[in-house]
């Protein structure tokens, strides 16, 4: 018969915890690798830094980038240039009747853009089924648009 196994979840006090000891040493491995340590009840734990490097190296495993679909940028003469004409527009109004808003969005069901792999992956469409927040201000702060 199977059981299933208790997942261990975070409390406020060791999310906390975790953060005090990342200000400490910022490496996110070795906070997860001293957290599961402890969670385990493993004393005089040590971990190195290399172990996953040679593990990736063993088994011939790279990280790559997964190819998507390409975008293009601004030029830097155009950002400047549309900055400038947007800072001369904006002097002729009230802070308070400035709004800046945008949205975000949580792609839900979208892959990891990269992947742990022996070769090369070839690019596919993504999954682009997705949930949008939109939030708004005005230059002061002092009004905020409800979510």
Not at 81 to 107: K, M, S, V
Not at 127 to 136: G, L, Y
């Amino acid at each position: 018969m199977l059981t299933k196994r208790k997942r261990v979840s975070l409390s406020a006090k060791q999310k906390r915890e975790i953060c005090e000891m990342k200000e400490k040493d910022p490496t996110l491995q070795n906070v997860k690798a001293s957290y599961f340590a402890e969670q385990f009840s493993i004393e005089d734990f040590h971990h190195s830094e290399g172990w996953l490097g040679g593990f990736k190296k063993r088994h011939g495993l790279r990280q790559f980038k997964k190819q998507g679909e390409a975008e293009s940028a601004p030029s830097a003469e155009s950002i400047e240039r549309d900055r400038f004409a947007l800072q001369q527009l904006l002097a002729t109004y009230n802070p308070e009747d400035i709004w800046n808003g945008d949205e975000t969005g949580l792609f839900w069901k979208m892959e990891p853009s990269r992947v742990l792999a022996r070769n090369s992956l070839s690019g596919h469409k993504k999954e682009k089924s997705r949930v949008t927040i939109f939030c708004a201000t005005n230059a002061t702060g002092s009004e905020k648009m409800t979510l």
